[in-house]
């Protein structure tokens, strides 16, 4: 299958080496952290975890709302979703990947990254985040392999499969739930430090995933012949309204009990973040932004007219990614960090080398869904699929 | 550990614990505060007691200096997180640092609700000036603390920054043994420790 | 075989590139190491023999005793008991990294990355330092960032 991968139109090659070269830049930037140490990032002391811990979650869960289109074709048997299934595990197999890279570029002594292996800990968190992310990564490489592997012969995916599938769901649960429970653990942290952390990241997953996969797949079908329906994109535009009504409900009840209870520690984070903190207001603009455009998005995805507006859905999709990308890939791991825990302030912003060492992972997980997405493609197309 | 910090208001500004601590354990001075290294510094009431600290407090406590350092929890949530067990507590009740075995992952820094631990985002060596060659330095990558100075109690000598008080303000010994002189003082004296509340067990006394 | 001119011209070249090493060092022997002993001491902690074989397992076992398991006394073949202590015993009568550590370590290119942390001999001086303000400059303008 993958020789469908080595041939394809100058576009296609143009996308691919378009992609290397970003990754290049970044992996040059990468060597030059390698040399002087994290402290060409913008991390401190007081912000020891930045902008790679931040796309480390986001993309997390990216990758678990694959499930959104796993759970409904394979347990519920909902046809529309055939085409689409390939392309959300494929997603989820790139985005696992830019999560354990980004793991990888935030360690100090990148090579003693096995020491994880070599004295496992059960009671760190991390060491469960390992394991459930490297069993995901695997868990859709069998899945969407698989499934591809049976259009390309033209037959149904094999039986054996099947237990994989059916534990990939509930895997892709876990996944962001121990990726939410490495902050909702530490004592101290008060912004992190609440049992809805879980089921919010859950929320904004399954909202922030799925409109990505439907950009991504508004972009296949302006190149390519595919086109997974129209009743498949409305039904995964719900998931998506009712994912981010959830999300924003979730963050409501966080400000309820915050401000309700009026206990100072919990309440610090969340100034510093949507008010500044002693004129420390480096976040402000973004988080404000982050929820104005979720708000925006929820309002114009619940009104059916504007939802099934199919020319308008991938704009609304990139308010939902945006918003949630800002929440918590820049408000959410900064803000556990501000005030420190002696209630001193320092600021957080990502640095250039930083931001471009993140950008080349990005560019290395979407050179990894062109590769996988030209793939199913071109076997659909053989099979006369599309 | 019980730190008289009515001693210390006597001395101000004397830092002999700081230098000797900083000094016997190569840490170095860096003069970018982001990329700091401390293993022992002092702070304001309200920032070593954020949860006690309030608006009417008597001006005495308000100017005093406190020196802070790693509490060596009985229930350490930096160990907990740890991924490598690269730090660990001792029997003895020393929270230690495995400085082979840490890949710099931050956990530990994130669980510490105290602010005790550095992490090494440079070489440090360029900013040691003195080096004591009988301590290793540490490297880039690496997250450091206060060791208790295990190095010394095992060669029957006291914490750094207790041999180099000399108005006797710090005082270490087991707290696991009631008849120690440690015990003793804390029954005679009213302590504090900080953040209580959060179950960690820290084992730094304040007498105020 | 489809576009044989290509292909086994292209493992040629690949065996010939991966084999680089081999043909530029061919026929030149590197000299073998010589690493300078302590001349006042004869018996280091165990034999010679041992020594240059299991110097680094009995290094990385003194390093899990000493930080791990707080025992800091090697007790060797012949009873006599020894400080475990790279940086301070080993040290003691190897007064020179360079003479002595690294000559084989080159030899052999191994890399082991003990003095990034451990202070050579050679080093106890300290390194080229950047400029930083004395220690009693830097408390006082310790809390910038602060607030009450």
Redesign the interface.
Known sequence: MLEKALVGSKKYWALVFFLAAVFLVGFFFFLKQLKYGLGITGMSRDVSWGFYVAQFTYLVGVAASAVMVVLPYYLHNYKDYGKLTIFGEFLAIGAVTMCLLFIVVDIGQTHRLFNVLLHPTPHSMLFYDMIVLNGYLLLNLICGWTALHAVYKGTKYPDWVKPFIYLSIPWAFSIHTVTAFLYAGLPGRHFWLTAVMAPRFLASAFCSGPALLLILIYIVKAFTRFDPGEKAIRALAKTITYALLANLFLFGCELFTAFYSGIPSHQISLKYLFAGLYGHMKLVPWMWASYALMLTAAILLVIPQTRNNLGLLPFLCLLVVIGTWIDKGMGLIVGGFVPNPLEHITEYMPTFPEVMISIGIYAAGFLIITVLYKMAISVMESRGLI | MVIDTRVCKKHEPCEECIKACHHVHNVPLIPNKKHEIKWIWKEEFEHAFPDTAHEYLDEYLHEREFIVLCNHCEHPPCVRVCPTQATFKREDGIVMMDMHRCIGCRFCMAACPYGSRSFNWEDPRPYIKNPNPRYPTRMKGVVEKCTFCTERLAEGKLPACVEACKHGAIMVGDLADPHSEINKVLREHFTLRRKVHLGTGPSVFYII | MHDAGKVIPGIIAFVLFVTVPFWTNFGKAAPKPQPELPKEYKKCVESKEFMRREHMKLLRKW?FDV??N?M?VYINSEGRLINMSL??ECMRCHTSKKKFCDVCHDYVAAHP?CW????PPE??K?????E??S??E??SS???????
């Open positions: 390093r930080v791990r707080n800091r940086q301070n990355y990034n942390c451990h202070i080093e106890k300290g390194w080229a330092t950047k930083v303000k220690l009693t830097e408390a310790k809390q910038p960032a602060s607030h009450h």
